[in-house]
């Protein structure tokens, strides 16, 4: 659907997109994780033909981005971070001016414009201004507004930015649905959404990718690395680590808290066998207290962490 090969992009001497190649496939929902300044919104304003790339290229089914930006920009709905909306307009006569411009027959636009408001859930505030509608609301005339056309692919920079947990489930569900029929790209910094919504994440940090996969293949090519957290009664801090990482497979032992004669620990492993029976064990010949002792699966959040410090 979507081929993206050595895409680079400088502003001045600044590299913010560096020779980035992956495919997206036709109906694939793929997150684009990354820090601040990552290279995130440039690589999708490249995507939508909003910025030319310095190298590189961007194929659309058969379209080049050099060649064939307008029907590229026919194929794709997009909605930027804060969606460009007019405050002053009613709702309903913002997404009619949106489909004039679009060039959708004006017959048709009306049964057009009460679908996406059943789809994104803008019936209650059809005949609103735009100005009066909350964060949320504003997100979802953007969505319509994205839509408007029935483009094949949405790219959506920072949807939930700015929601609240309500609004931001509430968007998360409107994507999932319409991921069912098109193909959706989207960034984001909350991480537990991209886990929840997307069948592929890919990350970027410094305009490279770090990583690219699902979620449990992100999961599998981190490797044997996790972490067992205890909490311990009656020992030393510097005693139990030193004691904890002559265990074959610690690699480092972290203090988490400590309070009154407890001490919270992170051990650090780095073994394709569970250790938890040998630190057990040294618990026990230790005669420490075990109050809490868990091995911590490791979470997309771990993951990205680990990728973009």
Not at 193 to 222: F, H, M, P, Y
Not at 241 to 260: F, H, R, Y
């Amino acid at each position: 659907m979507i081929h993206i090969e050595n895409l680079t992009k400088f502003y001045n001497d600044i590299c913010a997109v560096d020779k980035i190649s992956f495919d997206i496939r036709k109906g694939e929902i793929l997150g684009l994780l990354g820090p601040n300044g990552a290279g995130k919104t440039t690589t999708m304003r490249m995507l939508t033909c909003y910025l030319r790339p310095s190298s590189g290229s961007i194929t659309v089914k058969d379209f080049n981005i050099e060649d064939n930006p307008v029907e590229i920009k026919k194929l794709i709905g997009y909605l930027p971070e804060s969606a460009p909306i007019y405050p002053d307009m009613l709702v309903y006569d913002y997404l009619k001016f949106v489909a004039d411009i679009r060039g959708i027959d004006r017959a048709l636009q009306d049964g057009r414009i009460k679908e996406l408001a059943g789809i994104c859930a803008l019936n209650a505030v059809m005949h609103k201004s735009v100005g009066e509608l909350s964060k949320g609301y504003k997100q979802r005339v953007g969505l319509a507004h994205a839509m408007i056309d029935d483009p094949e692919i949405l790219v959506l920079d920072e949807p939930t930015s700015g929601l609240d947990p309500n609004q931001i489930v509430e968007i998360r569900d409107i994507i999932k649905k319409i991921g069912k029929e098109k193909t959706v790209i989207l960034s984001t910094h909350i991480l537990s959404e991209a886990e929840a919504t997307c069948d592929r994440i890919v990350i970027i940090n410094n305009g490279l990718i770090a990583a690219d996969g699902s979620t449990e293949d992100l999961k599998r090519q981190a490797g044997s690395d996790y972490i067992i957290n205890v909490s311990l009664l009656n020992a030393v801090f510097e005693e139990a680590k030193e004691a904890l990482q002559s265990i074959t497979g610690v690699s480092e032992v972290i203090l988490a808290g400590s309070e009154n004669n407890q001490i919270d620990l992170h051990i650090a492993c780095r073994s394709t066998n569970d250790l938890r029976q040998d630190i057990f064990k040294l618990i026990k010949e230790k005669d420490w207290g075990l109050l809490e002792f868990n091995r911590e699966t490791k979470s997309l959040e771990n993951i990205f962490r680990e990728l973009t410090r």
